[in-house]
């Protein structure tokens, strides 16, 4: 079936850098890619969904030039976390749609970022 | 009013027993429906896609009512490895609209 797959797994960083999480499809082409974000036992919390080709469309609350999103290909995808902070730490999923399939999504196995 | 309302439980029950989970939806014109499951730190995972004439996968059951915008999970004969939170997802145009997820706990 198909495979995304989301890169790195486990990121620890000081306070204050930057951390790129890539997304990527493998065995189809997403136009659409979404990342999200979920706190320890609460619900995902879309962040934003990631178009090819064009500006990510960002939902409320969430700071666009704090999460960066790139959309360079139809199987790439990239959330970068500008001057990351504590409170930035969580676990973040990016998934894609598999438009030839009924619109499924398939999500990547996450990344677990912690900011000390 | 949220978009997809899931009752987040917990729902512990006994090894070998029938479960049931609903999830209602708000806007008619929703179009496509989804059960995902997620275990404890790890990312969701399709469970089975939902359709108006109902579809069964072993000992899974899922139901699409349209006229009354809900759709259900039904897990026959629980394991041990069921436990997990369940996850409703519709779809709307382009939208995908998540539910907070029920958490199901079988117990030997």
């Known amino acids: 079936g198909a495979v995304v797959s989301q890169h790195p797994s486990r990121v620890i960083c000081k306070s204050g850098t930057s951390v790129k999480i890539e997304c990527r499809s493998l065995d189809f082409q997403a136009t659409t890619m979404f990342w999200y974000r979920q706190f320890p036992k609460q619900s995902l919390m879309l962040m934003a969904t990631?178009?090819?080709?064009?500006?990510?469309?960002?939902e409320q609350g969430v700071e666009k030039d704090k999460f960066l999103i790139n959309h360079a290909s139809l199987t790439l995808s990239t959330l970068t976390v500008t001057s990351a902070h504590p409170e930035d730490s969580s676990f973040y999923i990016c998934?894609?749609?598999?438009?030839?399939?009924?619109?499924?999504?398939?999500f990547g196995a996450g990344t677990r970022l912690s900011v000390l | 009013r949220k978009e997809v309302e899931q009752d987040p439980g917990p729902f512990n029950v006994p090894e070998g027993a029938t479960v049931a989970f609903n999830c209602t939806y708000s806007?008619?014109?929703?179009?496509?429906f989804f059960w995902y499951r997620q275990d404890c730190r790890k990312e969701p995972k399709l469970l089975m896609s939902v359709y108006s004439s109902g579809n069964e996968d072993g000992r899974f059951t899922a139901q699409l009512n349209r006229a009354s915008q809900y759709i259900s999970l039904l897990i026959r004969d629980s394991k041990l490895s069921d436990s997990a939170t369940y996850l409703c997802v519709v779809t709307l145009g382009n939208q995908f609209y998540f539910g907070t997820g029920t958490s199901l706990t079988v117990i030997p």
């Open positions: 990631s178009n090819e080709g064009s500006k990510a469309t960002y």
């Open positions: 806007n008619s014109a929703s179009q496509s």
């Open positions: 998934s894609a749609r598999d438009s030839s399939v009924g619109n499924i999504q398939y």
